[in-house]
């Protein structure tokens, strides 16, 4: 089982990136799919989350209007869309697979730097 975050790096404030999670070695269409993330604060924190079929989305209060989840079923793949970043978006960020049947799995996380 992998997950394989990509997308992070350094932006302006203001500025937009966009993540991607791969899955591969579990039936990713079965699992729902979240993003979190570790600041300064060191508590990892739900961002994000997507249904298994992409029906439902929901998001952290911080980043409703800003973020955007979605995934690729044919491609085992979940993007994060993030624009107007501020600096207090800085922190690592954490792709999760989670299944009530299956388990639950992480990736290794992705540096995001909001800073001018």
């Known amino acids: 089982v992998q997950l394989v975050e990509s997308g992070g790096g350094l932006v302006q404030p203001g500025g937009s990136l966009r993540l991607s999670c791969a899955a591969s070695?579990?039936?990713?269409?079965?699992?729902?799919m979240t993003w979190y993330r570790q600041g300064s604060w060191k508590e990892r924190k739900l961002v994000a989350g997507?249904?298994?079929?992409?029906?439902?989305?929901d998001y952290a209060d911080s980043v409703k209007g800003r973020f955007t989840i979605s995934r690729d079923n044919g491609k085992n793949t979940v993007y994060l869309q993030m624009n107007s970043l501020k600096p207090e978006d800085t922190a690592v960020y954490y792709c999760?697979?989670?299944?009530?049947?299956?388990?639950?799995?992480w990736g290794q996380g992705t540096q995001v730097t909001v800073s001018s």
């Open positions: 997507i249904s298994s079929a992409g029906g439902t989305t």
């Open positions: 999760n697979a989670w299944s009530h049947y299956y388990g639950n799995y």
């Open positions: 070695g579990f039936s990713f269409s079965s699992y729902t």
